[in-house]
């Protein structure tokens, strides 16, 4: 015996909240596709999405340390599944759509530029005149035409409903441009868990890395209200901090953060009385969320870690490295076309010079991009 499509697009009409998304709704794809015999339409695009070359290549792509700095630190790869492990945590006590919120997880940080936050900075300062460049669309490039696995379309031909949470990702640093996909609604419930899984993840997996790397110590955090009460619950007063207790301390950081959002989420979804997805859309404000005090704690970690680990020395002159790799990348790639790859040459035609060439930087890897700039200014390199 197995489930086919219908049966489990029925347990969805059984079992989610009135306001999620249900997979047997769905808008549908662009182009007109037989949906398989056991799977979910969002299930589908779960699977499509943890096929493709982006996702691969996210293990090499930098979440706050360079790859290359140790195996033991977040890379975008095991950021990505951090926030579908959580998300998917939330999606089921309130009762929203598993396997849409996965896919939006998963896709989340596909358009993200290599070296983080620096390579995404670099990259729209060059693109500035050329149409700009923004993660959040990088990731909708992808999954609509960059990705080539199929020959009937380009892309990987998602759902309305995935490529929208795409598209609406949102978090305290990105701000969504949602033109295309009615942008007077929120975000679907589904993509509303997907951005505050976001945020909470890597507010505590870089308290976590930056605890592991000595650039933060737990007599720095002294003071800080959430650090305060998680030594409290785990009844920690040594001095030093071994990895077990580190452990401890941010998987009870994520186990209160997770509590807090689904009771106070909860709360706010009755005193709405919202009965559908659109009415949920319509609300003028988010249902997802924390309270006023975790909010405020997390404002005050958000700071600490700001000021203390973004701004360290060592991830600055990391950063303004990688600004200065991809600035040079595309100036050379730029001036002289004939240096890229012959598969990168034949789509200047179709895309226009620069957005081939960020397109194609984009998509590398640190460690690429880093041996791409020594294959060009080093002439010590082969190229």
């Known amino acids: 015996m197995f489930y ?10 059984r079992s989610l909240a009135p306001y999620a998304c249900r997979s047997q709704q769905s808008k549908g794809r662009v182009y007109p596709e037989d949906e398989p015999e056991y799977r979910t339409a969002f299930q589908r695009d779960r699977d499509r999405i943890l096929h493709t070359t982006a996702f691969r290549r996210l293990e090499y792509k930098t979440q706050v340390f360079i790859n290359y700095e140790g195996d033991y630190y977040r890379t975008r790869l095991t950021h990505t599944l951090e926030v579908a492990q959580i998300g998917r945590t939330i999606a089921r006590a309130l009762g929203a759509n598993e396997d ?52 009937d379309f380009p892309g990987l031909n998602l759902t309305w409903e995935v490529r929208e949470g795409i598209v609406k990702h949102e978090s305290e640093y990105d701000i969504s441009d949602a033109s295309e ?26 308290l976590d890395d930056g605890l592991r790397s000595g650039m933060i110590t737990p007599l720095m955090l002294e003071g800080i209200t959430l650090w305060e009460i998680l030594v409290k619950s785990v009844d920690w007063s040594t001095p030093t901090l071994d990895d077990l207790t580190r452990h401890r301390l941010i998987r009870r950081l994520i186990g209160m953060e997770v509590t807090d959002l689904v009771h106070t989420t909860h709360r706010r979804l009755q005193d709405s009385s919202v009965k559908s997805v659109e009415e949920l859309q319509r609300l003028p404000y ?31 002159r990391m950063a303004v490295k990688a600004e200065r790799i991809i600035s040079d990348l595309f100036t050379a790639y730029c001036s002289e076309p004939a240096i890229l790859p012959r598969h990168v040459q034949s789509l200047i035609d179709d895309r226009g010079l620069e957005r081939t060439v960020c397109d194609y930087i984009a998509g590398m890897t640190d460690r690429y991009a880093v041996d791409e700039h020594n294959k060009l200014f080093d002439p010590t390199t082969r190229p």
């Open 4 to 13: 086919t499509r219908q049966q489990l697009e029925d347990l969805e009409n």
């Open 100 to 151: 849409l919120l996965e896919a939006i997880c998963l896709a989340h940080d596909l358009g993200h530029p290599p070296f983080g936050h620096s390579g995404e900075v670099a990259l729209a300062r060059l693109m500035k005149d050329h149409g700009g460049f923004d993660h959040n669309k990088q990731s909708l490039r992808i999954v609509t035409k960059l990705e080539r696995r199929y020959p």
């Open 181 to 206: 996909y009615n942008p007077e609604l929120r975000g679907h419930l589904e993509a509303q868990i997907a951005n505050v899984a976001d945020e909470l993840a890597y507010t505590a997996h870089d």
């Open 286 to 316: 988010n249902v997802i969320g924390f309270s006023e005090d975790m909010h405020r704690r997390n404002r005050q970690l958000k700071d600490f870690l700001y000021s203390n680990l973004y701004r360290h020395h060592r991830v600055v």
